[in-house]
């Protein structure tokens, strides 16, 4: 195990990593070993998302989950895996409110130049995105997230398609059939918004 800990180097202590690896198994081989699954599985999970750090993203939320310890050991019922990947999902939505992942808002939902409107336009964006089916959610930030050359951008869809077992075009289909269902809940939200109804969380 000490190994195991020698990894783990960024925010968490190792008093704090030993813990989080008894609560992971009680013997230290087996939660070593499932601490480097789990640890490679969220990698995985921000790398088919698109994030340019998934290592960093992956650490984020181990030290998140370790930073919740002390209440999980007495309440949470289950694998311990499942809540790692949990964590990993609202990571990765901090993420992508703090870098450029969104895609631009869909044409014509805020009128050019207007700063209140455009804040509206987003406010229900980003309620819009909160509202998809997770797997929705996560394959159009996938699709956008690429901010390099168009070569390379049509490079990292083809390698997306790929990973999912589906054509190009069927990626595309899917991609837009996500961005109209978005464009027609934001518009329904501004509605509301400007009409004074609250946005339901």
Excluded at 6 to 13: A, D
Excluded at 17 to 42: C, T
Excluded at 79 to 98: M, Q, T
Excluded at 152 to 173: P, T
Aim: net charge positive; aromatic share 8%.
């Amino acid at each position: 195990m000490d190994s195991i800990a020698r990894k783990r180097q960024q925010g968490l202590t190792e008093e704090a990593f030993v813990r989080l690896l008894e609560w992971l198994d009680q013997d230290p081989e087996s939660a070593g070993k499932k601490y480097e699954i789990i640890r490679l599985r969220l990698i995985k999970i921000f790398t088919w998302r698109g994030c340019p750090m998934p290592e960093e993203l992956a650490d984020a939320t181990v030290d998140r989950v370790a930073g919740k310890l002390s209440g999980l050991v007495q309440t949470y019922v289950g694998e311990p895996a499942r809540y790692f990947f949990n964590v990993a999902d609202k990571i990765y939505l901090e993420y992508g409110r703090k870098t450029p992942l969104y895609f631009p808002l869909p044409d014509n939902l805020a009128e050019a130049g207007k700063p209140e409107s455009l804040a509206l336009a987003e406010d229900c964006f980003e309620h819009c995105m909160q509202c998809l089916p997770e797997r929705s959610r996560n394959l159009i930030l996938a699709y956008y997230a690429y901010e390099g050359s168009g070569r390379d951008k049509l490079s990292q869809r083809k390698a997306l398609a790929e990973q999912m077992a589906i054509a190009d075009n069927a990626l595309w289909i899917r991609v837009h059939r996500i961005r109209q269902a978005l464009k027609k809940c934001v518009q329904k939200c501004m509605q509301n918004r400007q009409q004074g109804i609250p946005i339901k969380k």
